[in-house]
C-alpha cells in the first residue's frame, strides 16, 4: 500500500517510478479508501500495541494505493526498497527515506511473509482484479 500520507502529498508517481525500476510486475492496483473498522482489521495482529488506535485512524484517514507486487524473492526485495519502519533508520535511496515523515506516518506498507502478501492481496482485491 501507499500510505495516505503519500498520496496526500503527491507521490504516488515517484513510489511506482521506484517500484517498477525495482523490477516489481504490478498484478493489481487501485486508489481506495480503508474504513476505520476495515483498517482494523488489516492491522489487527498490533492491537495490543500502544500505536494501534493512532495506526488505525491514519490508515482510514484518506486514500490509498493498493496493490499486488510479484518478483522473485518479492517480500525481501520489496522491504529492502522501503527501508525501515522509522524513516530514521532507513537506508538512503529507500521509500521511506526519501518520502516517509514519521514511524507512523511511513509511506508505503509491504507484506513480511508470502503467506501474509496472500492473506493482504486477498483483503484488498477480488479474483477478477488480479492479472
Ligand atoms: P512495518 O510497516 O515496517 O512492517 P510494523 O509491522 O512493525 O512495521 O508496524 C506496522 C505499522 O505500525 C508501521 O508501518 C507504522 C506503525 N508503527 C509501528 N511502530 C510504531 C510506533 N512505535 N509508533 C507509531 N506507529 C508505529
Ligand atoms: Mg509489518
Do not use: W
Amino acid at each position: 500500500m501507499i500510505k495516505p500520507d503519500a498520496v496526500r502529498a503527491g507521490n504516488i508517481g515517484n513510489i511506482l517510478r521506484m517500484i517498477n525500476a525495482a523490477g516489481f510486475r504490478i498484478a493489481a492496483m487501485k486508489l481506495t479508501q480503508m474504513s476505520l473498522e476495515r483498517a482494523g482489521q488489516f492491522y489487527a495482529v498490533h492491537q495490543e500495541r500502544p500505536f494501534y488506535g493512532e495506526l488505525c485512524a491514519f490508515m482510514s484517514s484518506g486514500p490509498i494505493v493498493a496493490a499486488i507486487l510479484e518478483k522473485e524473492n518479492a517480500v525481501d526485495d520489496f522491504r529492502k526498497l522501503i527501508g525501515a519502519t522509522n524513516p530514521a533508520n532507513a537506508e538512503e535511496g529507500t521509500i521511506r527515506k526519501l518520502y516517509a515523515t514519521s514511524v507512523g506516518e511511513n509511506a508505503v506498507h509491504g507484506s513480511d511473509s508470502d503467506e501474509n502478501a496472500a492473506i493482504e492481496g486477498a483483503f484488498h482485491f477480488g479474483g477478477v482484479e488480479m492479472y
